[in-house]
């Protein structure tokens, strides 16, 4: 398995919340298949919670991917203001970091924006984020790419990753797609 430059960030896709944003369902899914597809490219998988003992744990449909691993848990929005987020991240030894999870206008925006600050390449998975409303997941999209944060999709980034038909990754990636 070939080693990725690239960290996966989950950022809160907790209780209630991730049940309640716009289109909910389709945005777990795209989550799952992000995580799925980055384990799969042996890639460095971060998640994270906003303030647990509130909205809850994270939904089954995260937590049981990332067995073995703990999430961080966190209070402030923007996850660079977590010290043990910095330091798995640095760790991580990725300079390029990929967000999925909610919402995209407040915790996805703010780490985003941070990130890039802290000289990191950051990509926002568009069909892996969301918020509550539809307007709010647009702001906070639009204000990341005003600032510069690249914006990708499930497929556009792990076929990025996996780079041809010919890779031994490329059968168990079109697999999580399909």
Same mark, same amino acid.
């Given at each position: 398995?070939? #080693? $990725?430059? @690239?960290?996966? +960030?989950?950022? =809160?896709?907790? !209780?209630?919340?991730?049940? %309640?944003?716009?289109?909910? &369902?389709?945005?777990?899914?795209?989550?799952?298949?992000?995580?799925?597809?980055?384990?799969?490219?042996?890639?460095?998988?971060?998640?994270?919670?906003?303030?647990?003992?509130?909205?809850?744990?994270?939904?089954?449909?995260?937590?049981?991917?990332?067995?073995? #691993? $703990?999430? @961080?848990?966190? +209070?402030?929005? =923007?996850?660079? !203001?977590?010290?043990?987020? %910095?330091?798995?991240?640095? &760790?991580?030894?990725?300079?390029?970091?990929?967000?999925?999870?909610?919402?995209?206008?407040?915790?996805?925006?703010?780490?985003?924006?941070?990130?890039?600050?802290?000289?990191?390449?950051?990509?926002?998975?568009?069909?892996?984020?969301?918020?509550?409303?539809?307007?709010?997941?647009?702001?906070?999209?639009?204000?990341?790419?005003?600032?510069?944060?690249?914006?990708?999709?499930?497929?556009?980034?792990?076929?990025?990753?996996?780079?041809?038909?010919?890779?031994?990754?490329?059968?168990?990636?079109?697999?999580?797609?399909?």
């Amino acid at each position: 398995m070939m #080693k $990725q430059d @690239i960290a996966l +960030v989950v950022v =809160d896709v907790q !209780g209630k919340l991730a049940r %309640m944003v716009h289109e909910s &369902e389709q945005t777990i899914a795209k989550i799952t298949a992000m995580i799925k597809g980055m384990q799969v490219l042996g890639a460095p998988i971060i998640w994270l919670e906003q303030y647990p003992q509130g909205l809850g744990p994270s939904i089954e449909e995260v937590s049981s991917l990332l067995e073995g #691993k $703990q999430a @961080i848990p966190k +209070v402030t929005f =923007d996850a660079c !203001g977590t010290k043990e987020f %910095m330091l798995q991240l640095k &760790e991580s030894g990725c300079k390029r970091i990929a967000l999925v999870g909610i919402e995209t206008h407040i915790c996805v925006y703010q780490t985003a924006v941070s990130l890039m600050k802290h000289g990191y390449e950051v990509q926002v998975v568009t069909d892996a984020v969301s918020s509550r409303t539809v307007e709010n997941k647009q702001l906070g999209l639009q204000r990341m790419q005003s600032e510069g944060v690249k914006l990708t999709g499930v497929e556009m980034l792990l076929y990025e990753l996996v780079q041809s038909a010919k890779s031994e990754h490329f059968k168990p990636i079109l697999n999580i797609i399909k």
